[in-house]
């Protein structure tokens, strides 16, 4: 058996290619010929689908800056396959994939074109990053924690988050970090009580929105505006903001001196 036989997964393939008959591969081609035979019955059967549409997927998502690697790694599809969906084997003459199995045209229409598809160094905008960081502080994580966690100090966390552009690598480990501890409380996790007021005053100094007001809004989105009181962007939003005697969000004060406008025009 060779080193390339060797590497291929338990299953189908190994009994295929390679003449294994190993009880795991003999279970793997039963139950394929169950499913294949069940699926004739019931007129489902569908061994290939038309790789055309994948290979045009497969180019879109380059086009917007995902690399064939990349889309390898997200796909869980071999380089190997997806070079000869892409290109063929011009060497041996062969053309482009025109069918496919259908198992691995769901595995590459799944990659979505987005920035945390991009490989690790590509540059990104950094709106989103800058919001969690900001959000965890604000609920009490001091800059140094948050750095250790993701291999990186304090200020280097907060110089990084306060450019415009961050790469996507160090996107979607503040990403990950934000869904690890957004709902956690830093006391249970080793942090001082004063390390934490420290970090909260710093938030409130800055007007940093916690990660509750961000529920239901794109964070990053940059034309989206954290929901301070429930209600911001409306007339009832900024009366909510004199109720709780917190200062009127953009959002709140824009609608309130539309309304204020409205009013006077009406009076004249």
């Known amino acids: 058996m060779t080193a390339i036989a060797t590497e291929r997964p338990h299953g189908y393939t190994r009994y ?6 190993c009880y795991t591969r003999c279970w793997a081609v039963a139950e394929y010929n169950d499913r294949r035979e069940r699926a004739i019955a019931y007129g ?4 290939f689908v ?7 997927h497969v180019n879109n998502l380059r086009r917007c800056g995902i690399g064939q690697r990349r889309i390898a790694q997200l796909s869980g599809v071999s380089g190997n396959t997806l070079t000869r969906i892409l290109y063929g084997a011009p060497a041996k003459g062969l ?6 199995r259908p198992e691995i045209a769901v595995k590459l229409m799944a990659v979505r074109p987005g920035p945390f598809a991009l490989a690790d160094g590509i540059d990104i905008d950094c709106t989103g990053s800058a919001r969690r960081v900001q959000a965890l502080v604000a609920i009490g994580w001091p800059q140094e924690h948050l750095g250790a966690r993701i291999g990186m100090s304090g200020s280097n966390l907060i110089a990084s988050v306060k450019q415009r552009q961050i790469t996507a690598g160090k996107a979607r480990a503040i990403a990950a970090l934000y869904l690890l501890l957004e709902n956690a409380d830093p006391l249970v996790y080793g942090v001082s009580g004063t390390s934490r007021l420290r970090a909260v005053l710093l938030a409130e100094r800055n ?5 509750a007001t961000w529920d239901g809004r794109d964070i990053d989105d940059a034309a989206a505006f954290p929901d301070w009181t429930g209600a911001c962007g409306t007339v009832e939003g900024f009366t909510r903001h004199q109720q709780q005697n917190v200062p009127a969000c953009w959002p709140c004060e824009t609608a309130e001196t539309a309304a204020r406008a409205k009013a006077i025009g009406r009076a004249a």
């Not at 007007?207 to 990660?211: F, G, L, M």
């Open 50 to 56: 038309d790789a055309q549409p994948v290979r045009d």
């Open 16 to 21: 295929k290619a390679d003449g294994c008959r």
């Open 44 to 47: 489902t059967w569908r061994p």
């Open 95 to 100: 053309a482009p994939t025109t069918r496919m």
């Open 207 to 211: 007007r940093w929105a916690k990660p």
